[in-house]
């Protein structure tokens, strides 16, 4: 059989395989010509012998590491879940019952191919494509993979469903229609303050800072101190809270994906459709932009990377833009005086 690679010294004494079939060369980096004859004849034999240099692959990978054959997909979900706390632990592990998974979990991560991995993809959604990636990554940052799996370019892209905010109207028919006093607190904070449900749910007494009207917290989900200053309505709130310990006792101690099913519920009595927890910081967010808060306050509030922030000042919440003529003369007055 015809070999497929040639041996091609370009300028600057480099040496090149170049490809009979495609007509392209490729670079093999040396210009020792023993070496370059060498490589030549390890890329002809790889195309003639590909299940061989698979198993010879595998020999060499085995040597370096013993584990390497054993690892499966399943061993990469059970190594992520291990490092992770709280909620982001608690999305893991459910992420990991995703049954998209089932055709690869006891597959040895060295026999994964590109075609699994979009079988997995066509089987699941958007959730299954964003942590595959996610196990992708990890598996090649431990050196556990020798190769990249599905090339970057190649993943079906992320399309998340629309979020929207919750309007005051929406907000006011849940607040008419809960009863619960603690869950009615629970929604007027959210709405007030723009938090996480959780950041909000676990907020203590001793986080309240009556003085100078603050409310301080690290962030569940990314360690930070937030520190949000409240105005009366809140404080009038706060008042008939307990004044130790959880602001929300009860709340506090249900699983964030309790407290999404629970308001789901509440906003299907109420007549309301299409919000979640999180709509309150979309809300928050677009509130802030209308009433002309800077966006650094606003970023300080929910969080730098707060998706919400970004979004509302971006283009989501409609501002009407004074006249250029207007403002100048604004401008004008105030110099005046």
């Not at 299907?268 to 309150?280: I, T």
């Not at 300080?300 to 970004?310: C, I």
Request: a positive charge; charged letters at 25%; proline letters at 4%.
């Amino acid at each position: 059989m015809k070999d497929r690679y040639r041996l091609f010294l370009r300028r600057k004494s480099v040496y090149y395989a170049f490809d009979n079939n495609t007509k392209t060369f490729q670079s093999l980096k040396t210009k020792d010509k023993t070496e370059a004859e060498r490589l030549l004849v390890a890329l002809n034999e790889a195309g003639k012998q590909p299940a061989m240099n698979l198993s010879l692959a595998r020999v060499y990978l085995k040597h370096s590491d013993p584990m390497v054959s054993e690892r499966t997909w399943q061993h990469v979900m059970d190594e992520i879940i291990k490092i992770q706390t709280g909620p982001t632990q608690y999305r893991w592990q459910t992420a990991a019952k995703d049954k998209a998974f089932d055709s690869i979990r006891s597959r040895p991560l060295i026999e994964t191919q590109a075609e699994h991995f979009l079988a997995v993809l066509e089987q699941g959604g958007v959730s299954t494509n964003s942590y595959l990636r996610r196990m992708h990554r990890f598996a090649l940052d431990m050196n556990w993979l020798p190769w990249v799996v599905l090339p970057t370019k190649r993943w079906p892209t992320l399309k998340f469903k629309a979020k929207r905010a919750v309007t005051l109207e929406e907000h006011q028919k849940i607040l008419a229609s809960e009863k619960n006093p603690e869950w009615r607190s629970y929604y007027e904070i959210l709405w007030h303050l723009g938090g996480s449900q959780t950041d909000m749910a676990t907020l203590r007494a001793e986080d309240i800072n009556w003085e100078d009207q603050t409310i301080s917290y690290a962030r569940i989900k990314t360690g930070s101190i937030s520190v949000i200053h409240f105005g009366q309505t809140v404080a009038d709130l706060l008042r008939f809270r307990p004044q130790t310990g959880f602001l929300f006792p009860m709340i506090a101690l249900w699983k964030e994906a309790s407290r999404g099913k629970a308001f789901i519920r509440r906003c299907r009595l109420a007549g309301v459709s299409g919000v979640s927890l999180h709509s309150y910081r979309y809300a928050w967010a677009e509130r802030a932009k209308i009433a002309g808060y800077p966006e650094r306050f606003a970023q300080q509030a929910l969080g730098h990377n707060s998706k919400a922030v970004h979004r509302a000042y971006a283009k989501r919440a409609l501002v009407k833009i004074p006249s250029l003529e207007d403002y100048e003369y604004s401008a004008k007055v105030k110099m005046a005086f």
